[in-house]
């Protein structure tokens, strides 16, 4: 911190000793998280900044390129030559 903001902070730090937080809150809609900070500087102020995260629009969307359906077949056929063989033993 450069010299000039350091004297800035240390008089702040002297005329308003007591800068409290106080917790937080989050709060979910369809659309966004809204996150709340609580703050106050005792005998000057209290301030709430507060920001709003868009949630990501992601739609998910089933492609059937047959791929899934071979390895089902697959897994399927696989299973069936099992217990034939198991009813033959």
């Known amino acids: 911190m450069d010299n000039g903001k350091q004297e800035h902070y240390q008089k702040l730090r002297k ?3 007591k800068f409290t937080y106080s917790g937080y809150s989050i709060i979910a809609s ?3 998280f809204d996150v709340r900070y609580h703050f106050a500087i005792e ?4 301030f709430k900044p507060e920001w709003s995260i868009t949630k990501p629009d992601i739609h998910h969307e089933v492609i ?3 791929v899934l359906q071979k390895k089902r077949q697959k897994h399927q056929d696989a299973l069936e030559y099992s217990v034939l063989s ?3 033993l």
């Open 15 to 17: 005329t308003y000793p």
């Open 30 to 32: 369809d659309k966004t």
């Open 43 to 46: 005998d000057l102020a209290e």
């Open 64 to 66: 059937d390129d047959g």
């Open 86 to 88: 198991e009813a033959l």
